[in-house]
């Protein structure tokens, strides 16, 4: 079983920057794609960003050129650094993973509990 933990939210004035951090752990065998995500108030949940075991990205629209995602697998850790950051970007960011919990089963999708980012003056 994994857990993903997140962490860096908080308040910011818009164009500042915020890191935010996720960590995975528990028993696994293998972590494949790593993401985040971010639900606002009355929206659903959408894509920000994401990042395969080797490095490749995506981003949404609306966060490209300002949100830059990473990862380190040794540590199985994803990281997201937001910069120029508006008030729209209000939302709660959940990490998640595609994880496979043993040799030649099935991977499935687990979620963080998610982290509150406020863009406000």
């Known amino acids: 079983q994994v857990q993903l933990v997140e962490s860096g939210g908080g308040l910011v004035q818009p164009g500042g920057s915020l890191r935010l951090s996720c960590v995975a752990s528990?028993?696994?065998?293998?972590?494949?794609?790593m993401g985040w995500y971010r639900q606002a108030p009355g929206k659903q949940r959408e894509l920000v960003a994401t990042i395969g075991s080797g490095g490749y990205t995506n981003y949404a629209d609306a966060v490209k050129g300002r949100f830059t995602t990473s990862r380190d697998n040794a540590n199985n850790m994803i990281y997201l650094q937001m910069n120029s950051l508006k008030p729209e970007d209000t939302a709660v960011y959940y990490c998640?993973?595609?994880?496979?919990?043993?040799?030649?089963?099935?991977?499935?999708?687990?979620w963080g509990q998610g982290t509150q980012v406020t863009i406000s003056s």
């Open positions: 528990g028993r696994f065998f293998k972590i494949y794609t």
């Open positions: 998640n993973a595609i994880v496979q919990s043993r040799a030649a089963t099935a991977a499935f999708s687990s």
